[in-house]
């Protein structure tokens, strides 16, 4: 079964009555289609599943309404459910969505709607022009250890370098097929049909040279102009920014900012780049799983890829906020924020004897109230960490 409370919720609520548009949207390959196909199966409703895929227009979402109503009209049953997915492929779909809604409305048709969407950037930003007041946003992310445990029986090590995409967990004995598989079927895929078709970007060799550079310095600070050192064409720092905040919006690699209290020196600061999922890392540096748990320094990278990957996703899911924070030569891996409740953490994959310096200079300089953590070794457990509410750093 899919992650057991995204699925609880999105059962609770499409049993309530019919008042909002339900929408999933996360990246590719996370488990959307499946999770709503349970979710069906479950659902005494009847329903309809149709995906975007190939439509030219907005016809195409009157064409599935137009059917639903007709199999709500012949149904014993007062309710049905409508399914679209990939909707981000279809013009126009927002004002298509409201008007049909709406007309529902007013006419006391009880079609449920839930819509899914693989670029959470471009769903959200079409949610809030058309559709407000009108949707519920469930935001599906990646898979985290414990899914990926209790589904597959994957142990931590193995998490940690492959990280949790639920389809390549099958692969995961022959590390050339997975390899393969991540970058073709899900770095291109996302690439290509998330990011190139439906952004407007004039250099697009740029923009996937930039993610393989970004995903292969997951968990380090890296300035746009040392990217720029690094890019052949890589134009200017404002294009190399742009096309970050894209890839971010795909849910494939953001760049953390540094805290600071003012806003415009978080905006100024040198990027922390992030994956959001540890495949993503793991398979763009090429090395295997072997040499790298055997080498202290290329595996305490991957422990710390893999650790602000978990924090992304959660603070993704729970509208919280992460940072990092250096001052001269100390530093603070991850800091994440709640209103004005600050959680600081530390990872330490190796033999550890006291907690980092920078933990202790980060929680003196800092006026607000933080609580500070070690996550590894000395510390929180990984596994551990990994099953956590984050809430509860607070």
């Known amino acids: 079964m899919y992650q057991r409370p995204l699925f609880d919720k999105v059962i609770k609520r499409l049993k309530e009555p019919r008042k909002f548009i339900q929408v999933l949207a996360g990246p590719r390959q996370v488990g959307k289609t499946t999770l709503i196909t349970q979710v069906c199966e479950r659902l005494s409703t009847p329903y309809a599943y149709a995906s975007a895929d190939g439509a030219e227009n907005h016809l195409w979402i009157e064409q599935q309404w137009q059917a639903a109503r007709l199999r709500l009209a012949g149904s014993p049953k007062e309710e049905f459910l409508l399914v679209l997915d990939e909707i981000q492929k279809v013009p126009g779909w927002t004002d298509a969505i409201k008007r049909l809604w709406d007309e529902d409305s007013r006419e006391k048709r009880a079609i449920k709607l839930v819509i899914l969407g693989s670029s959470p950037l471009l769903i959200k930003s079409g949610l809030s022009e058309s559709l407000g007041g009108r949707f519920e946003l469930i935001r599906c992310t990646h898979w985290g250890f414990a899914e990926m445990r209790d589904a597959f029986g994957i ?43 439906l952004n407007r970007i004039d250099k697009p060799a740029l923009l996937r040279t930039l993610f393989l550079l970004g995903a292969g310095y997951s968990g380090r600070i890296l300035s746009y102009t040392k990217m720029q050192g690094q890019l052949q064409d890589a134009g200017n720092t404002t294009t190399l920014a742009h096309y970050l905040s894209l890839l971010d919006g795909a849910g494939m690699l953001t760049g953390l900012e540094k805290y600071a209290t003012q806003g415009v020196r978080r905006r100024g600061s040198s ?70 409740r600050l959680a600081a953490i530390e990872v330490k994959s190796g033999a550890v004897r006291e907690r980092p310096a920078g933990l202790d200079m980060f929680v003196a300089m800092t006026k607000k109230k933080v609580r500070p953590y070690l996550v590894g070794s000395g510390g929180i457990p990984l596994d551990e960490f990994f099953s956590i509410d984050l809430d509860a750093l607070f």
């Open 155 to 197: 142990d931590l090590d193995h998490y940690l370098f492959f990280g949790g995409y639920p389809g390549t967990a099958g692969l995961i004995g022959d590390e050339k097929r997975w390899r393969s598989y991540v970058r073709e079927a899900l770095i291109e895929t996302t690439i290509s049909k998330d990011v190139l078709l």
């Open 271 to 340: 990027p922390k780049l992030q994956v959001y999922n540890n495949a993503l890392f793991s398979a763009v540096r090429g090395d295997t799983f072997t040499e790298v748990r055997h080498d202290p320094e290329r595996w305490g990278r991957t422990v710390e890829s893999a650790v602000g990957s978990f924090l992304q996703n959660e603070a993704t899911a729970r509208d919280l906020s992460l940072f990092y924070w250096r001052e001269s030569d100390a530093e603070v891996d991850f800091v994440l924020t709640k209103g004005d």
